[in-house]
T-cell receptor
Framework: NAGVTQTPKFQVLKTGQSMTLQCAQD?????MYWYRQDPGMGLRLIYYSASEGTTDKGEVPNGYNVSRLNKREFSLRLESAAPSQTSVYFC???????????????FGPGTRLTVL | LAKTTQPISMDSYEGQEVNITCSHN???????ITWYQQFPSQGPRFIIQGYKTKVTNEVASLFIPADRKSSTLSLPRVSLSDTAVYYCLVVVNAGNNRKLIWGLGTSLAVNP
C-alpha cells in the first residue's frame, strides 16, 4: 500500500515547455487534489476532482489543466510553463463520506518544479 | 467567507507543552477543523480533527470553544522531532460545493 505517489520528484523546464505531473493513489479514494506550495503562501489549491469524471477549479487554476484519468489517477498539465510556476506541487486524495463529514487528506511526497 | 489566521512562527523547548491557535471567522455550523504537520521536503500529514469541544488522540489535543471562531492545537511535551510547520484547515460546505480554507502555517522550532 503505497498511498499517494507522484512523478517526477524533480523537474527543470525552460519557459514555454510543457509537461505533465502524474499522481496516483491506491486507497480507493473518490476525491483528489492538486496544490502548489510557495514560501510564505502556504498551500494553494489548483484543481480538485470530487469524483471520477469531474474536475473543478480551485484558487489558482490559471496556466494549468487536469485530467482525472480514472479513480486512481489525477494528472496536472502545464501547457506553456512560466517562471511564476516554479513551485512545489503536491497531490492529495481523500474520501469524504458525506459533504458535511470529516475529511482527511493524504498527501504525496511532492514534485519540485523549476521553470527557467 | 471563512478565513483562517495562525501565527507565523513559535519557539519552544523540549518537554514543554505547545499551543498553536488558529482563528477562523465565519465558520459555518457544519464545518470541521483539521490540523496537519509538515516536515521539510515532505507532504503535509494529518494530525487531528474536530468539530466542537475537545478531541484527543495519541499525538495531540484539539480545543474548540463554543463559538467555534478559533481552535487550539496542543502538543504535550514536545521533542526535537516535533519541529515542523503546522497548518489548520477549515472545510466550508456550501450546497454541493466544498471549499478548503488553509491557514498559512505556523513554523514551530523546538530547541534542546
Amino acid at each position: 500500500n503505497a498511498g499517494v505517489t507522484q512523478t517526477p520528484k524533480f523537474q527543470v523546464l525552460k519557459t514555454g515547455q510543457s509537461m505533465t505531473l502524474q499522481c496516483a493513489q491506491d486507497m480507493n479514494h473518490n476525491s483528489m487534489y492538486w496544490y502548489r506550495q510557495d514560501p510564505g503562501m502556504g498551500l494553494r489549491l489548483i484543481y480538485y476532482s470530487a469524483s471520477e469524471g469531474t474536475t473543478d477549479k480551485g484558487e489558482v487554476p490559471n496556466g494549468y489543466n487536469v485530467s482525472r484519468l480514472n479513480k486512481r489517477e489525477f494528472s496536472l498539465r502545464l501547457e506553456s510553463a512560466a517562471p511564476s510556476q516554479t513551485s512545489v506541487y503536491f497531490c492529495a486524495s481523500s474520501d469524504p463520506i458525506r459533504l458535511a463529514d470529516a475529511d482527511t487528506q493524504y498527501f504525496g511526497p511532492g514534485t519540485r518544479l523549476t521553470v527557467l | 467567507l471563512a478565513k483562517t489566521t495562525q501565527p507565523i512562527s513559535m519557539d519552544s523547548y523540549e518537554g514543554q507543552e505547545v499551543n498553536i491557535t488558529c482563528s477562523h471567522n465565519n465558520i459555518a455550523t457544519n464545518d470541521y477543523i483539521t490540523w496537519y504537520q509538515q516536515f521539510p521536503s515532505q507532504g503535509p500529514r494529518f494530525i487531528i480533527q474536530g468539530y466542537k469541544t475537545k478531541v484527543t488522540n495519541e499525538v495531540a489535543s484539539l480545543f474548540i470553544p463554543a463559538d467555534r471562531k478559533s481552535s487550539t492545537l496542543s502538543l504535550p511535551r514536545v521533542s526535537l522531532s516535533d519541529t515542523a510547520v503546522y497548518y489548520c484547515l477549515v472545510v466550508v460546505n456550501a450546497g454541493n460545493n466544498r471549499k478548503l480554507i488553509w491557514g498559512l502555517g505556523t513554523s514551530l522550532a523546538v530547541n534542546p
